[in-house]
C-alpha cells in the first residue's frame, strides 16, 4: 500500500493489539473543524470492533464541553472522559499539586471557567501562579501583568509548548509564542509546561481505562509533540500527514513513529484487513 510506511518491524501487529488510540485533533482529526474524509471511517472502525477512543489535544482556549458540541455537529456523540485538553489537564495538576491557589490566566473566559471548576481561585491582582494558555483574546495589558507578576515571584506555568496551532489561514501565535514574549521580557523561564511531548497526559489517559502501553495507540500529525509524547510514554504511535510533518521529515527525523500514514482512514483500513 503507498499510503502507508512501516518504520519499525513489529508495528502492524501492534496495531491489531491495541485496544485504546488516543488521537490528535488538529491537524489529524481535521483542520479549522472539518473533519478529513478518512476520519468518519476511522470512528466508526474503532466502535465496529470495540476498541477505545480518546481525543487529546494541547488545546488550551477551549471547554471540554465546546468540542462535545462541535463533535456532535459531525455526528460523534462524545463523552466527557473521551476527550482531554492540554489546559484542563493544567487546571486539574494545578490544584492537585498546590490546592486552591490564586490564579492569574492570560487565556479565553473559556479556560477560566475550566481553572475555576479544578477549584483554583482565578484573580485579576496578587497571583501566587501565573499560567499561560492559548489565548485569543491577548491584550498588551494581560502580557504587561503577567511580565509583572512572574518577575515578582510568581510561579510561571505554561499549559503547552506549541508556538503555533494550525489553521486553515496559516499559522496561529499558540501557547508557547504567548510565553516566549513574556519569558524574554522577564528573562525567567516557565517553571512548569504541560501538554505534549510531555508524557504525562497519555499516562492519565491509560490509567483511566486500565489499558498498558504496549496496548495503546497515539496518533498525531507532529513529530515533536504527538510522536515524541508517545514514544516517551511507550506506546505505538503513527504519524499522519494531514497536518504539519512531511513523510520526508518522518524518514530523516531522530524520533521514529511506529507508522507512517497518509491519514487516519488508511489506519481504519489496516485493523479491517
Ligand atoms: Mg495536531
Redesign the pocket.
Known sequence: MADVLFLKEDSLERLKQCKLFIL?????FYLSGKPFDGSKRFVDTLESQDKKLVFLTNNSNRTIESYIEEFAKFGFNLSKDQILTAGVATAQYLFEEFGPKRVYVVGTDDIKKEFERAGLIVVEDDPEIVVVTFDKTLTYEKLKKASVYISKGAIFVVSNPDLNC?SADGPLPDAGAIASAIRKATGRYPNITFGKPEPRLIEIIMKYNNVKPSETCMI???LY??ILAGIQAGTLTVLVLT??ATKEEAMKSPLKPGIVAQDIGVIADLLKE
Not at 490528535?24 to 489529524?28: H, K, L, P
Request: cysteine-free; charged content about 45%; hydrophobic content about 10%.
Open positions: 490528535d485533533i488538529d491537524g489529524t494550525p498525531g500529525d507532529r509533540t504527538d497536518g504539519e
